[in-house]
């Protein structure tokens, strides 16, 4: 299995030690990506968020998992695009950063990504996953316990975006 698997799919459905929430940083819920992981949850997961007074942006909290068939969600608010002067791209790598970390902690060896910020949040998609993809290949290389990354991508233009940025970072490593 390659370390780094690009798929198109629904995240509810990814049988992952963790699943990575695009969230916002009152960690209470909200549309896209964080709500269908709420509703496949169930209740207890919105319970359990009360209890974690938020997240900053670029950080990353971790809940169970509940109705969900993967065992963590690590829940990280990415950042709004402003335009791309306001640390932007720094807060991005960050989120995919600190989740690899916290998967780490939790000795998890497989953790599946959604595409963050690249929705309600408008950061642009390519220059989103040219960041993902080298974070997620430093974090590779700091984490050896983890041995795959899977970015589960909701349509085909993410996923086109993600395998083009995967190609382009693979490339520049060779
Ligand atoms: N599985 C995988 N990807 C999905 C799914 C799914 N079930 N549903 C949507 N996506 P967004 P953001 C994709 O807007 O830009 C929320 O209200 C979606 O097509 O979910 O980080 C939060 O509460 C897009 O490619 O997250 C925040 O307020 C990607 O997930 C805000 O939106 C991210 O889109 C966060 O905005």
């Excluded at 932007?88 to 998890?108: F, I, K, P, T, V």
């Excluded at 963050?116 to 408008?122: D, E, K, L, M, Q």
């Excluded at 993809?133 to 233009?157: E, K, N, S």
Aim: hydrophobic share 40%; charged share 15%.
């Amino acid at each position: 299995m390659k370390p780094i698997q690009i798929i198109t799919g629904d995240i509810t459905t990814i049988h992952a030690d963790a699943i990575v929430n695009a969230a916002n940083t009152s960690l209470l819920g909200g549309g896209g990506v964080d709500g269908a992981i709420h509703r496949a949850a169930g209740p207890a997961l919105l319970e359990e968020c009360r209890t974690l007074g938020g997240c900053a942006t670029g950080q990353a909290k971790a809940t169970g998992a509940y109705r969900l068939p993967c065992r963590h969600v690590i829940h990280t608010p990415g950042p709004i695009w402003r335009g791309g002067t306001a640390g932007e791209d720094r807060l991005l790598a960050d989120c995919y950063r600190n989740c690899l970390a916290c998967a780490a902690s939790l000795g998890c060896q497989t953790v599946a990504f959604p595409s963050i910020s690249t929705g309600a949040y408008r950061f642009p998609l390519d220059r989103a996953a040219r960041i993902a993809l080298q974070a997620i290949r430093d974090g590779l290389r700091v984490y050896p316990a983890i041995t795959c990354v899977t970015i589960v991508c909701f349509d085909a233009r993410t996923c086109a975006a993600y395998e083009q940025a995967l190609a382009e970072v693979e490339r520049a490593h060779a």
